[in-house]
């Protein structure tokens, strides 16, 4: 059984940083590429930004690029989501997830185990 646990979600004015993490039980976590998806209120989940399996390639949504980066370090089994200039938009609960595909996928049904989700609030 897969377990991703998030952490890093809180309360954050407008402008203000956080960084999320992700810390996966998988014997070879190196063999997983990683994403990052968030669903606000109302809203279908969307992609936020993705990482190679061994982080040399990402992928971000055009919403957060140059606010936002994925990165991984695959010794500690860990997937981070640096997130800058953060806006009231991007309040939503952020979910990681592990995908068995090579490559850094946009798409959610490229993913095939989630975590809980972490909220994070953006206040203006």
């Known amino acids: 059984q897969v377990q991703l646990v998030e952490s890093g979600g809180g309360f954050v004015q407008a402008g203000g940083s956080l960084r999320l993490s992700c810390a996966a039980s998988?014997?070879?976590?190196?063999?997983?590429?990683m994403g990052w998806f968030r669903q606000a209120p109302g809203k279908y989940r969307e992609f936020v930004a993705a990482?190679?399996?061994?982080?040399?390639?990402?992928r971000s949504a055009d919403s957060v690029k140059g606010r936002f980066s994925i990165s991984r370090d695959n010794a500690k089994n860990t997937v981070y989501l640096q997130m800058n200039t953060l806006k009231p938009e991007d309040t939503a609960v952020y979910y990681c997830?592990?995908?068995?595909?090579?490559?850094?996928?946009?798409?959610?049904?490229?993913?095939?185990?989630w975590g809980q989700g972490t909220q994070v609030t953006v206040s203006s």
């Open positions: 998988l014997r070879t976590f190196s063999s997983y590429a």
């Open positions: 997830a592990v995908s068995t595909s090579p490559i850094a996928s946009t798409l959610e049904r490229a993913y095939d185990y």
């Open positions: 990482i190679s399996r061994s982080g040399s390639s990402t």
